[in-house]
């Protein structure tokens, strides 16, 4: 007798509220216990995969099983998907550990649709056309570094927010930079120099901040330092090592203008900014990184809603609305 086949995988963006997993297999991205108004316990924990995640909770819990996850860590689920205020939810009725070897965590990681050198090859040839002799020499600096330049293409963007995938840094700041392009020519007062090294370097800190091997999640160095610091710290460092190599020092004013780009494009103190924008590039840098940002999360947003009789998602926290799902093909009356 044959044995039975195992049964055939369903990706998190295929699931519909309303429908039962028996056996498969997601990534725990996040885990907490928490405790409902009754005083029980219970899991709330955030499945994924490579094509999106899925809330999950589990009722009657205990600390043991809380335990018993491995946050970051794959486990084979049993439950049944359900609509919760217009999003779905995963309410799990059983899980057990993955047999080791049987499965790679790298592979339930979401990922860019795009081929990561061809956006790393844009990415140089854009700074290429960097006309400042010490920034094109800061700039290669960092291009140059292999190690750098591997972890740059891999390094998700965020853990949550925008370009939350492997490759999502690369795609963000491919972005920018063409944006970059198209609007500096309007603003002949601002530097493009300094426009293009501080796109490129705003986000670069990330590739320490973050651990994205087998999940999306802050390094030590994330949580004591953070990417802006880093950042800033790399570009100290390398205008020091530029120094070294010319004998002459680095422009003082063009190194301060560089660092105050990366300080200050959040934007905001509440988003924490270290600065707030105070030269007209920093507010370009500010603004293409909010402009993308905030467009990936609309995109993405329609992407992961499945409820096709609704022409709204769910509620998105980080853009403080639900999104109206305009089709391209349509015209607002």
């Not at 700074?127 to 140059?144: C, D, M, P, Q, W």
Request: charged share 25%; proline share 5%; glycine share 6%.
């Amino acid at each position: 007798m044959s044995a039975t086949p195992p049964p055939q995988r369903r990706r998190i963006a295929e699931l519909q509220a309303g429908e039962r997993v028996d056996d498969q297999v997601f990534r725990v991205a996040q885990k907490d216990l928490r405790t409902t108004s009754n005083g029980s316990l219970y899991i709330h924990v955030v499945l994924a995969d490579a094509s999106g995640q899925l809330l999950g909770r589990m009722w009657q819990a205990t600390q043991g099983m809380y335990d018993s996850i491995p946050e970051g860590g794959l486990l084979h689920f049993r439950g049944r998907v359900e609509n919760y205020k217009g999003n779905r939810q995963f309410i799990i009725d059983g899980l057990r550990a993955v047999e080791p070897g049987t499965c790679d965590p790298a592979e339930f990681l979401p990922r860019t649709r795009h081929d990561v050198d061809a956006l790393w090859n844009q990415i140089k040839e854009t700074l290429r056309s960097i006309t400042s002799r010490e920034l094109l020499l800061l700039v290669g600096k960092f291009v140059n570094d292999a190690k750098f330049a591997t972890d740059f293409k891999r390094a998700p963007a965020a853990v949550q927010m925008h370009h939350a995938y492997v490759g999502g840094l690369v795609e963000h700041t491919s972005n920018l930079l063409r944006l970059a392009d198209a609007v500096c020519p309007l603003y002949p007062q601002v530097n493009r120099d300094l426009v293009l090294a501080g796109i490129f370097l705003h986000d670069a800190g990330k590739i320490a901040e973050l651990k994205y091997e087998t999940n999306f999640e802050y390094s030590n160095e994330g949580q004591l330092l953070g990417h802006i610091v880093q950042c800033v710290l790399w570009i100290h460092q390398r205008c020091r090592e530029i120094e070294a190599e010319t004998g002459k020092p680095f422009p003082a004013t063009l190194e301060m203008s560089l660092k105050h780009l990366v300080l200050a494009h959040h934007g905001k103190f509440e988003f924490g900014s270290p600065r707030l924008p105070a030269t007209s590039e920093a507010f370009v840098v500010h603004y293409l990184d909010n402009l993308d940002a905030k467009l990936a999360m609309v995109t993405e947003a329609i992407a992961g809603d499945t409820d096709a009789a609704s022409d709204w998602t769910g509620y998105v926290k980080a853009l403080e609305t639900r999104v109206f799902k305009l089709k391209a093909t349509e015209t607002p009356e």
